[in-house]
């Protein structure tokens, strides 16, 4: 039975949306074959993630928070992990950060440390939102095309998809969101900057065939 382990900062509007997108679009793809594990808000600080990764058998960690270059950062921006810095036993671990950034130097840090595969983004992650969010953020329909393209990587992968057709549902997404859009248009421009700059183990981040 897969253990999952999903993070998420929670803390500000930015972290707000992304957890509020992740726990609604997801739920009903958590099934009795997972056993799921959260650490979010205050809780997502370190060194409580590497004390309970040692201390539980994960094979898929999900995160949602800031993040650098070099660093996945947690409750209010408390580094998590960083390039440079000791990373836990990743062995046979697939990682999915959403976060900026993230994927060029940890991304890569990670699956030296033996990550089975790692999915993210090398530049910004983008998404727009109304200018009064709503009290359920998932509810934002301008937020929903951008951050639900991300959802998809979770979905396919909790639903044991080989990485490839993962990967095939999100350039789907894109497509079909933007087929009736102007050249210029700013959505078709943040989902293809956000597509262009996903990195996962169809495009040689980690093992092609890697799945839970």
Request: include cysteine; aromatic fraction near 12%.
């Given at each position: 039975?897969?253990?999952?382990?999903?993070?998420?900062?929670?803390?500000?509007?930015?972290?707000e949306y992304l957890f509020s997108f992740r726990t609604h679009s997801l739920a009903s793809h958590i099934t009795p074959r997972h056993?799921?594990?959260?650490?979010?808000?205050?809780?997502?600080?370190?060194?409580?993630v590497d004390q309970y990764l040692r201390g539980k058998n994960i094979v898929y960690i999900s995160g949602a928070g800031h993040g650098a270059y070099d660093s996945f950062k947690g409750y209010q921006d408390a580094v998590i992990w960083a390039e440079g810095?000791?990373?836990?036993?990743?062995?046979?671990?697939?990682?999915h950060l959403l976060s900026c950034q993230a994927a060029r130097q940890l991304g890569k840090a990670m699956i030296?440390?033996?990550?089975?595969?790692?999915?993210?983004?090398?530049?910004?992650?983008?998404?727009?939102?109304?200018?009064?969010?709503?009290?359920d953020r998932y509810t934002d329909t301008s937020?929903?095309?951008?951050?639900?393209?991300?959802?998809?990587?979770?979905?396919?992968?909790?639903?044991?998809?080989?990485?490839d057709l993962i990967?095939?549902?999100?350039?789907?997404?894109?497509?079909?969101?933007t087929s009736n859009l102007g050249p210029f248009d700013f959505k078709r421009a943040i989902l293809n900057h956000n597509f262009r700059h996903l990195v996962c183990p169809s495009v040689y981040w980690g093992e092609r065939n890697s799945r839970i």
């Open positions: 039975m897969p253990h999952v382990l999903f993070l998420d900062a929670n803390w500000d509007l930015v972290t056993t799921v594990h959260e650490l979010n808000g205050a809780d997502l600080v370190q060194p409580k810095i000791k990373l836990p036993r990743l062995g046979g671990v697939i990682i030296a440390a033996g990550a089975r595969a790692f999915w993210g983004y090398q530049e910004n992650f983008r998404f727009v939102r109304k200018k009064f969010p709503p009290a937020a929903r095309w951008a951050i639900y393209m991300d959802c998809l990587i979770d979905i396919g992968i909790l639903q044991g998809k080989r990485p990967y095939d549902d999100v350039r789907k997404h894109v497509i079909q969101e």
